[in-house]
T-cell receptor
Framework: NAGVMQNPRHLVRRRGQEARLRCSPMKGHSHVYWYRQLPEEGLKFMVYLQKENIIDESGMPKERFSAEFPKEGPSILRIQQVVRGDSAAYFC????????????FGPGTRLTVT | TQLLEQSPQFLSIQEGENLTVYCNSSSVFSSLQWYRQEPGEGPVLLVTVVTGGEVKKLKRLTFQFGDARKDSSLHITAAQPGDTGLYLCAGHPGGTSYGKLTFGQGTILTVHP
């Protein structure tokens, strides 16, 4: 049973470019969460999605960041016009609909903005 | 904002020693999870505690949830170098049982052979 998959594992973008991070949840999981881990900081919640719905985006920066979880395909975290401060590890987690206490994390995407 | 305070932030011990990591809050959590994260990887779920006073054991690891569900501890017996890593506690804030997790800042454990 495959775990949460994220790609790419490493992404380098120049300032002003767009970054697209992908997440495929565990089989049977319909809830997806995105977290960001900045250097020397803990994991911070960004957004919580179910299929075709954003449930909680209270942790998302107001500008340049967006997320989606379409009916078909992976969840996408999109960062437009990246800046150096966006450099971080971005983790996706998923949980099943019937029990949301536990979230299972993917290996993360390390974004470096040069 | 409901915060989780972890202590200590750093722990460096010799193989065979015992250790305890604490996770405290002034707020009630419906559940607490403990994760372990290695460099370059995502957090791996170790355990979930739900009931106040609950104790769970995972080999040499013992997890306890406080009676008031405001704190938790992780105790490792006879630590081994393979236990080295970042340990994170996390919980659902606001009494909910789903949705976003609030994380502690983590405890970096180093076990020397």
């Amino acid at each position: 049973n495959a775990g949460v998959m994220q790609n790419p594992r490493h992404l380098v973008r120049r300032r002003g470019q767009e970054a697209r991070l992908r997440c495929s949840p565990m089989k049977g999981h319909s809830h997806v969460y995105w977290y960001r881990q900045l250097p020397e900081e803990g994991l911070k919640f960004m957004v919580y999605l179910q299929k075709e719905n954003i449930i909680d985006e209270s942790g998302m920066p107001k500008e340049r960041f967006s997320a989606e979880f379409p009916k078909e395909g992976p969840s996408i975290l999109r960062i437009q016009q990246v800046v150096r401060g966006d450099s971080a590890a971005y983790f996706c987690a998923s949980s099943p609909a019937t029990s949301s206490y536990e979230q299972y994390f993917g290996p993360g995407t390390r974004l470096t903005v040069t | 904002t409901q915060l989780l305070e972890q202590s200590p932030q750093f722990l460096s011990i010799q193989e065979g020693e015992n250790l305890t990591v604490y996770c405290n809050s002034s707020s009630v959590f419906s559940s607490l999870q403990w994760y372990r994260q290695e460099p370059g990887e995502g957090p791996v779920l170790l355990v979930t505690v739900v009931t106040g006073g609950e104790v769970k054991k995972l080999k040499r690891l013992t997890f306890q949830f406080g009676d008031a569900r405001k704190d938790s501890s992780l105790h490792i017996t006879a630590a081994q170098p393979g236990d080295t890593g970042l340990y994170l506690c996390a919980g659902h804030p606001g009494g909910t049982s789903y949705g976003k997790l609030t994380f502690g800042q983590g405890t970096i454990l180093t076990v020397h052979p």
